[in-house]
């Protein structure tokens, strides 16, 4: 069966500071991945869309940006958080037949 | 530029009666849609997907399409109290595999 797993769960980050999300996918070959963000109380957000190893669509302009270095791994970075950056981020797949599917999410706090 | 609307609610139904959900889309080329069942500080989970004009019924669920009217539904029959939980709607053209338009949610609070 298709599973996702995003990690961390949680996470608190200093303004400034450097980001690593990480999402990988198992059961499943060339799936499309997306990253979104939630604010509190909002919904959710497409920040980016990859269709296979390295091919991103940057759906918003901000500060972070997205790597798919293999077919089911996407990844989250910034290079400097800010104190907007703060909300749910969720990793989700799709592929044939397969309507999107969302990680467990990361909650991330900056201070 | 597409778009998916929902009422935000908060919608409260009584225990054991019938939820109704409504959403209502922007883009005639939409094919398929779709109902995340979120819970609070939990990621969405998929609960029904209905691509075709009419009813789709699974267990205490049913979703409903109507394209010429651009409307989608999601019926709820003998809500629970787990029932209560942010539900949104989302449409997409290519059956799921693609990049989906979601609406704000709507908050639905089952009371006992």
């Known amino acids: 069966s298709q599973t996702i797993h995003q990690w961390p769960a949680t996470l608190v980050q200093p303004v400034g500071s450097p980001l690593s999300l990480e999402c990988t996918v198992e059961?499943?070959?060339?799936?499309?991945l997306y990253w979104y963000r939630q604010a509190a109380g909002r919904g959710l957000q497409l920040l980016f869309y990859?269709?296979?190893?390295?091919?991103i669509s940057s759906e918003v302009p901000q500060n972070l940006s997205a790597s798919r270095p293999q077919d089911r791994q996407f990844i989250l970075s910034s290079k400097k958080l800010l104190l907007s950056d703060s909300g749910f981020y969720l990793c989700?797949?799709?592929?044939?037949?397969?309507?999107?599917?969302f990680g467990d999410g990361t909650r991330l706090s900056i201070l | 530029q597409k778009e998916v609307e929902q009422n935000s609610g908060p919608l409260s139904v009584p225990e054991g009666a019938i939820a109704s959900l409504n959403c209502t889309y922007s883009d005639r080329g939409s094919q398929s849609f779709f109902w995340y069942r979120q819970y609070s500080g939990k990621s969405p989970e998929l609960i029904m997907f209905i691509y075709s004009n009419g009813d789709k019924e699974d267990g205490r669920f049913t979703a409903q399409l109507n394209k010429a009217s651009q409307y989608v539904s999601l019926l709820i029959r003998d809500s629970q109290p787990s029932d209560s939980a942010t539900y949104l709607c989302a449409g997409g053209s290519n059956f799921g595999n693609e990049k989906l338009t979601f609406g704000t949610g709507t908050r639905l609070t089952i009371i006992p």
């Open positions: 990859s269709v296979g190893i390295g091919q």
């Open positions: 989700a797949f799709s592929g044939s037949n397969q309507p999107q599917h």
């Open positions: 059961g499943t070959s060339n799936p499309n």
